[in-house]
T-cell receptor, first 111, second 114 residues
Framework: QKEVEQNSGPLSVPEGAIASLNCTYS??????FFWYRQYSGKSPELIMF????GDKEDGRFTAQLNKASQYVSLLIRDSQPSDSATYLC???????????FGIGTKLQVIP | ETGVTQTPRHLVMGMTNKKSLKCEQH?????MYWYKQSAKKPLELMFV???????ENNSVPSRFSPECPNSSHLFLHLHTLQPEDSALYLC?????????????FGSGTQLSVL
């Protein structure tokens, strides 16, 4: 069974610090990886995606992928209280939108 | 119009009721999805439609019945639900379901079954 593992948290970081969110996946056939942010009571919103090994940066966000270790991470620099949300990691292993989601990590940024 | 709209936002129903959830996407996408989100569980894919044809049905109980009359509209018909069906039901769309597709979610329907 394909799984995506995340620590549910909460992960607490002070404002201005770097938040590091991690995710591992079981299916070596996974080809693309996504990070969704979900505020309490709201729907998930895509914030980052990565397909190749290495780092991908977008503003304060950096996604990292290591396919050999089956590991994906999301770094949030200069964390703000508005970043407090649950972050869902997802892996796509081909076929018709076969996306597997993790349970999400709750991030709390303390002012 | 926002990208993906869902109605109603909240729904309370008894176990013998019949109700429907509605989803509409304004993004010109060809694929639409129903997901279920329960507390402390990963998002669970229920149904996938591509160009109005169902392409995925993840062993969902028959008390959930999807309908996709065109590529912009998706319904989830509910009947004789159980209390354990209480959850957030999310509609999503994507361009066409290719490998690197990104999902766009609606605001969800919070369903409570009494």
């Amino acid at each position: 069974q394909k799984e995506v593992e995340q620590n549910s948290g909460p992960l607490s970081v002070p404002e201005g610090a770097i938040a590091s969110l991690n995710c591992t996946y079981s299916d070596r056939g996974s080809q693309s990886f996504f990070w969704y942010r979900q505020y309490s009571g709201k729907s998930p919103e895509l914030i980052m995606f990565i397909y190749s090994n290495g780092d991908k940066e977008d503003g304060r966000f950096t996604a990292q992928l290591n396919k050999a270790s089956q590991y994906v991470s999301l770094l949030i620099r200069d964390s703000q209280p508005s970043d407090s949300a649950t972050y869902l990691c997802a892996a796509h292993s081909g076929g018709y939108q076969k996306v597997t989601f993790g349970i999400g990590t709750k991030l709390q940024v303390i002012p | 119009e926002t990208g993906v709209t869902q109605t109603p936002r909240h729904l309370v129903m008894g176990m013998t009721n019949k109700k429907s959830l509605k989803c509409e996407q304004h993004l010109g996408h060809n694929a639409m999805y129903w997901y279920k989100q329960s507390a402390k569980k990963p998002l669970e894919l229920m149904f996938v439609y591509s160009l109005e044809e169902r392409v995925e049905n993840n062993s969902v109980p028959s008390r959930f019945s999807p309908e996709c009359p065109n590529s912009s509209h998706l319904f989830l018909h509910l009947h004789t639900l159980q209390p354990e069906d209480s959850a957030l039901y999310l509609c999503a769309s994507s361009q066409d379901g290719a490998t690197n597709e990104k999902l766009f979610f609606g605001s969800g329907t919070q369903l409570s079954v009494l």
